[in-house]
């Protein structure tokens, strides 16, 4: 096993509880059976519901617009034009679809004076 001084990893050096622990095997014993059971946080965690979700990304995008108002009049135009597109485009293509074909015009044969 490698060795890190601990100059290195200041971080990681043991506390007085752990050195303690770590030499009595009762108390290894005891703390091995304790760490499988979840805490009292743990247990009355609750996951966000979709409303809280939302309300969520409405403040973002609320703060987000106070911060970028040009930005936001930009999306917001991008979208208007998008729906008024969708909307349209169906009936462009009705109209398109209904409207009757041209018989290209008749040659005519004979000779001019």
């Known amino acids: 096993m490698s060795h890190i001084p601990s100059t290195a990893m200041k971080h990681a050096q043991a506390t007085d509880d752990q050195a303690t622990d770590d030499q009595s095997p009762a108390a290894a014993q005891g703390a091995g059976a304790e ?3 979840p805490t009292d946080a743990q247990l009355v965690r609750e996951d966000p ?3 809280d979700k939302a309300a ?3 403040e973002r995008a609320k703060d987000a617009i106070k911060a970028n108002p ?3 009049i930009g999306i917001g135009a991008a ?3 998008g729906i008024v597109a969708a909307v349209a ?3 462009v293509i009705a109209k398109v ?3 009757p074909k041209k018989k290209p015009a008749a040659k005519k044969t004979g000779k001019s004076k």
Do not use: F, Q
């Open 35 to 37: 760490a499988g059971k």
């Open 49 to 51: 519901t979709l409303g």
């Open 56 to 58: 969520d990304a409405a």
């Open 70 to 72: 040009k930005t936001a």
């Open 79 to 81: 979208v208007v034009a």
């Open 89 to 91: 485009a169906p009936a």
């Open 97 to 99: 679809n209904e409207a």
